[in-house]
């Protein structure tokens, strides 16, 4: 069995429903895990299921909101009561409000911050301990590049995804002496719900200045960010932890003038 395999382990993936998300499940359940959905959007939910289980795979669904704690452990009691254990925890459930500091009320910035980063910190807390005990797991967070770079359109994603690297830097060393690994990917930008939902075709999207800002010259599709996810998930990457991987097309690489 290749050492990318995912046969027979038992991956939670917050924010399932959608982009990166469900690219990850689908990419993880082609490569034989089993799955514990977990979203905000419940219809969602019961759809992504019955795809992924109409193709064989082994899933059951939870809708969660990952800024409540009662919500985070009742979806790690779901994931261990129909697997018995927990490999693998994506978390990956983010939300985007683009609103400077001078126009950004205390409310809007503690929603971000809620889902963003103590959503990562809940996630943590509910799916680590059944790693811990049995000595391992693999924990991949989805940052962006907007926890490595500063930009002047969204203060409180920006503050979130920088508080979320942090954070599994801090998890990886704590974590890291029960066998227990934590990792971040940095997508750029990607072709997902919000830019669909914002009317631009990936044509227009790769004519854009955020593509311009890469260096492949364009945007990523969802299941390119999900295909480092996976390899993080995997015991091909035994030896990584506490990494923070930008997959974004170059763009942190050459500095190129932020948005
Ligand atoms: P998306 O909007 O397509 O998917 C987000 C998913 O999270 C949705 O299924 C939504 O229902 C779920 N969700 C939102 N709030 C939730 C909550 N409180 N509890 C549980 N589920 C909740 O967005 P996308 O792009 O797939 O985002 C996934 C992650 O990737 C997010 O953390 C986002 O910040 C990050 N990211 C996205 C980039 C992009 O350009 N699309 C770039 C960099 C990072």
Redesign the pocket.
């Known amino acids: 069995m290749s050492s990318t395999s995912l046969r027979g382990k038992s991956a939670i993936i917050?924010?399932?429903?959608?982009?990166?998300?469900?690219a990850t499940a689908r990419l993880m359940a082609e490569r034989g895990a089993k799955l514990c959905l977990?979203?905000?959007?419940e219809a969602?939910l019961q759809q992504v299921a019955d795809e992924l289980k109409s193709e064989g795979a082994e899933v059951v669904h939870c809708m969660?909101?990952?800024?409540s704690e009662d919500?985070n452990q009742q979806m790690a009691d779901c994931a261990l009561e129909a697997f018995g254990q927990i490999d693998i925890a994506h978390l990956?459930?983010?939300?985007?409000v683009t609103k400077p500091i001078l126009e950004c009320d205390l409310e809007t910035w503690q929603r971000v911050i809620?889902?963003?980063l103590n959503?990562v910190f809940l996630g943590i807390r509910s799916c680590a301990p059944d790693m811990v005990k049995r000595g391992s797991g693999s924990i991949v967070v989805?940052?962006?590049?907007?926890g490595i770079l500063g930009n002047k359109s969204m203060p409180s994603?920006t503050a979130s995804?920088h508080g979320a690297v942090g954070l599994v830097k801090a998890a990886s060393a704590e974590l890291g002496e029960s066998g227990v690994r934590v990792n971040a990917v940095?997508?750029?930008?990607?072709?997902?719900?919000?830019?669909i939902n914002s009317g631009l075709s990936i044509a227009d999207v790769n004519n854009s200045e955020v593509a311009q800002m890469t260096v492949l010259g364009r945007?990523?599709e969802?299941r390119e960010?999900g295909e480092m996810v996976c390899f993080l998930a995997s015991d091909a990457a035994s030896y990584m932890t506490g990494g923070i991987y930008p997959v974004d097309g170059g763009m942190t690489a050459v500095g190129r003038k932020p948005i």
């Open positions: 917050t924010g399932a429903t959608s982009g990166i998300g469900l977990a979203d905000i959007n969602g969660v909101d990952v800024a919500s990956n459930a983010g939300i985007l809620n889902v963003n959503g989805t940052a962006s590049v907007s994603y995804k940095c997508p750029g930008a990607t072709y997902t719900q919000m830019m945007v990523a969802p960010i």
